[in-house]
């Protein structure tokens, strides 16, 4: 069986310990050869490193393990980048945030301003690797789950046509697998889905067992009571998250004949979400207060010790998702699984250039979505307004152009005036003057 080498493009992050643990432990249908971290921040790097380096020595010596922040030595002789990089961390992600709750509008990371700003500073960093992979590696694949995914998606799509990237997100992921205790199911593959929509931004319109029962009745019935809660919640999802899941009913009860995407909250009532936001701790701060912290301190611990049981590392499931799309290229196993692709003609009363989040056979060649056709009036409007603001924002980060930003915020469904839009990117422009090109 072929063995592969991968490379992470932001070995530094704290979810890159979970990554590991998860080929790890998936290493039997994805082997591996080489592992190798690529960060442009190498203090950050380092701590990580010196931890996994420990943990794939003592479960698969047999792996070559390097890391570097050269992108010549990271990005030879690989098969495929696996991509999540943070450009300007958790402190701009903070700025993110809080900035637009000042004016009163929502701050979240990757819906509204918030995310419109973490996208024009996502654009360049993302093509940069897709660079260096074009440079170094050309046969690779880039498996990019770096976030908003939706802008770099279109970002990519136009500007990098040619690129072997596909983009990614767990998060539908997540639902499912709360979808599948719901129901009564020990894991979301036993379930097959259809569903629509743009990234953070859709719908399930069919959810069957692999025997074809029906499974959307049941899930109607208890979403309408308790969101995405499962009857046995674990204790471990934070309040905030919490509050996402349960909140699935008021979003579902607007269109109860499908189940929506719990980032939907975010769109269609940004009131709610304003008013039980603490203008002066957001998301940001609570992951810098318990997961930078943990895991750090975790990597560090096991450095110290030279010994993996020294920290507490979780393995992420999530991210098995990675692999399932790895070995479907690898093998050309033609697993269906929802990737971010060109909608060309699968929704059928949709622009054919918007960047849709749909189900895709996946093989050798990539991927071959399945086809949609027409979806409701209600979607498609709510879906052209969002392709409207993320095509907006990448002609503003390609024409270097204020006015498109402007126009961009101003279109946002979370956002109430131009006068509001244009007071928060001039804020967000002071902000982000090292990441964003200079708009003129």
Not at 385 to 394: N, Y
């Amino acid at each position: 069986m072929k063995k592969f080498s991968v490379v992470i493009a932001g070995g530094g992050s704290t979810f890159t310990p979970g990554i590991v643990l998860m080929l790890l432990a998936n290493r039997q249908r994805f082997p591996l050869r080489a592992l190798k971290f690529y960060d442009n921040d190498a203090e950050r790097q380092q701590v990580i490193a010196e931890a996994c380096k420990i943990i794939l020595k003592e479960q698969a010596p047999e792996i070559e393990f390097s890391y570097s922040t050269d992108p010549q030595t990271a990005f030879s002789d690989v098969d495929f980048v696996m991509a999540h990089i943070r450009v300007g961390k958790y402190p701009m992600r903070e700025k993110d945030e809080k900035i637009p709750l000042r004016h009163c509008v929502l701050g979240q990371e990757t819906c509204g301003p918030g995310g419109i700003a973490y996208g024009m500073r996502s654009i360049g960093g993302v093509l940069e690797l897709v660079d260096y992979m074009e440079k170094y590696s050309p046969e690779a694949w880039m498996l990019n789950y770096s976030n908003p995914a939706a802008i770099v998606a279109e970002a990519t799509r136009r500007l990098r046509p040619q690129a072997k990237i596909l983009n990614i997100c767990d998060m539908p992921i997540g639902i499912e697998g709360r979808m599948a205790k719901i129901v009564g199911l020990e894991d979301r593959k036993q379930m097959r889905v259809r569903y629509y929509g743009l990234n953070h931004f859709g719908w399930w319109t069919s959810i069957e067992d692999l025997q074809g029962n029906d499974l959307m009745p049941k899930l109607r019935e208890y979403v309408a009571k308790y969101g995405y809660v499962p009857p046995s919640a674990d204790n471990h999802t934070e309040a905030s998250w919490n509050d996402t899941f349960a909140k699935a009913k008021a979003v579902q009860a607007l269109d109860p004949d499908t189940m929506p995407n719990t980032y939907l909250k975010y769109y269609l009532f940004p009131d709610y979400v304003v008013k039980h936001a603490n203008p002066d701790y957001t998301r940001a701060n609570e992951v810098m207060d318990h997961r930078e912290k943990q895991v750090f301190n975790s990597c560090r611990a096991i450095t110290a010790a030279g010994n993996s049981s020294a920290g507490e590392l979780e393995i992420d499931e999530h991210a098995s998702y990675i692999v399932d799309l790895a070995t479907a290229i690898a093998f050309n196993t033609q697993e269906r699984m929802l990737l971010i692709v060109p909608n060309n003609g699968a929704i059928h009363n949709f622009d054919d250039e918007a960047m849709v989040e749909i189900p895709c056979l996946v093989g050798h060649n990539g991927p071959e979505p399945l086809t949609v056709g027409d979806i409701p009036q209600f979607q498609k409007g709510l879906m052209s307004q969002q392709v409207a603001v993320e095509k907006l924002v990448v002609d503003a980060w390609e024409q270097h152009s204020y006015q498109r930003l402007w126009q961009a915020i101003t279109l946002s469904k979370t956002v109430p005036s131009a006068s509001v839009a244009k007071a928060i990117l001039d804020d967000l422009i002071e902000a982000n003057k090292e990441y964003w090109p200079e708009l003129h």
